[in-house]
């Protein structure tokens, strides 16, 4: 089965003529696009796991973390109970928290506000 595309021309600018006779291209308003809600993914303080294992399971699931910065979060969470992982779209934070959760982390997501 083929399927014939029909090319259909895309006008962005109109010209119009003003009263001097030259034409003038008005632009067509541009469409505003809204960015993505994003979400926090927190790791919970854990009391089961060596620290040693928090971060270097935080650097396998998130590779932009760095040693410091996953150390920084093992910490955070340690010490106040919760630690921020990462702000980031919907569906890499719901990887981030569900593969944490499979390798034995307590993590949960929160809108960014």
Do not use: W
């Amino acid at each position: 089965m083929t399927s014939t595309a029909i090319a259909q021309p895309i006008a962005t600018q109109t010209p119009s003529r003003e009263s001097g006779g030259a034409a003038v291209m008005e632009k067509a308003p541009e469409r505003v696009r809204k960015p993505s809600p994003r979400y926090k993914v927190l790791l919970h303080n854990d009391p089961v796991n060596t620290m040693e294992y928090v971060v270097t399971t935080l650097r396998q699931v998130v590779p932009s973390l760095s040693e410091q910065d996953a150390i920084a979060v093992m910490l955070e969470a340690h010490n106040t109970g919760v630690g921020l992982v990462i702000v980031c779209d919907l569906e890499p934070a719901e990887f981030y928290c569900e593969t944490l959760k499979a390798k034995g982390l307590s993590s949960s997501l929160e809108p960014e506000t």
